[in-house]
């Protein structure tokens, strides 16, 4: 993984952790994903009129990531109405690095070296460590539905991650993927949305639409850049340092959400930074 492509992840890992703040905050997680879903797929939409169109061979790809990333929203608004942005973010996002180097290795044939494997095994181990801490920490029994939700989340990010990685390097067009995946993924919580709420949607929707829009736009910007990277190096480091987002989802909810950063969190931090390390040696 070279400097620019690392530069590259932590900049999405940044911006992913900010639309996922801008998620949580929306109290109503309906509307909340029906803008950044909705305000992904305009953008995607017009993106798509100046891309190149991804090439045929992307095109199951693109389809099963779609699903994938759906049942990722439904099940990431699930987790938060569930439980605590601290706890549920990281989770969500710690499970999904091992995961994809599991399926990485069996279906792509992508088996990374030592240390990129070692960096992996670092990073994920201070971020799971982080969340089971985390659930220490509160002294209250673990509230397992928001956990299986959270848990459920993180596979479904390894698995649209993998078959994304995939499907981009097939289409020619990173730029061109990125704008049809949000078209295609964009459409279905609006759809069920409108679906639930009828004429109470529009009103409701209205008071957050600059802050949902303000989502979207974040969320295209941080899968954009993922996407660009798994052009550039393999699968596995890329998912594993995209997680650094924790440490920065981390600071948002102590500096927005008013939650503890505490010794877990600066425990999580070194491991990711120690892991980091081991995923840019040169060997």
């Known amino acids: 993984m070279t400097p620019l492509v690392a530069l590259a992840v932590l900049a999405a890992a940044v911006?992913?952790?900010s639309w996922n703040a801008v998620a949580h905050a929306i109290r109503d997680q309906l509307v909340s994903f029906t803008l950044i879903s909705g305000g992904g797929a305009l953008i995607g939409a017009a993106i798509a009129c100046f891309a190149p169109f991804p090439a045929a061979g992307a095109w199951p790809y693109l389809l099963v990531s779609a699903v994938l990333h759906v049942a990722y929203m439904l099940l990431l608004m699930r987790s938060f109405t569930l439980g605590d942005f601290g706890q549920m973010y990281p989770i969500a996002r710690g499970t999904a690095p091992l995961a994809v180097t599991v399926l990485a290795a069996v279906f792509v044939g992508e088996r990374p070296g030592g240390w990129a494997t070692a960096g992996v095994a670092v990073a994920s181990a201070g971020l799971v460590g982080l969340a089971l801490w985390g659930i220490r920490g509160t002294g209250r029994r673990p509230d397992w539905p928001a956990l299986l939700a959270a848990g459920a989340t993180g596979l479904a990010i390894?698995?649209?991650?993998?078959?994304?990685g995939v499907g981009v390097r097939a289409s020619g067009s990173p730029l061109g993927y990125i704008a049809w995946l949000m078209v295609l993924e964009g459409l279905a919580i609006p759809a069920y949305a409108l679906y639930q709420r009828r004429a109470e949607l529009a009103p409701a929707l209205?008071?957050?639409?600059?802050?949902?829009?303000?989502?979207?736009?974040?969320?295209v910007t941080a899968y954009g850049l993922v996407l660009w990277a798994q052009t550039r190096a393999a699968l596995a480091p890329v998912a594993a340092l995209r997680e650094s987002s924790i440490i920065v989802g981390a600071a948002i909810g102590t500096i927005l959400f008013k939650e503890r950063f505490g010794a877990p969190r600066i425990a999580a931090a070194g491991l990711m930074v120690v892991g980091i390390g081991l995923m840019l040696h040169p060997g």
């Open 206 to 219: 209205r008071p957050f639409a600059v802050r949902g829009l303000l989502g979207a736009a974040l969320s």
């Open 158 to 164: 390894a698995g649209y991650t993998t078959v994304d």
């Open 15 to 17: 911006t992913h952790a």
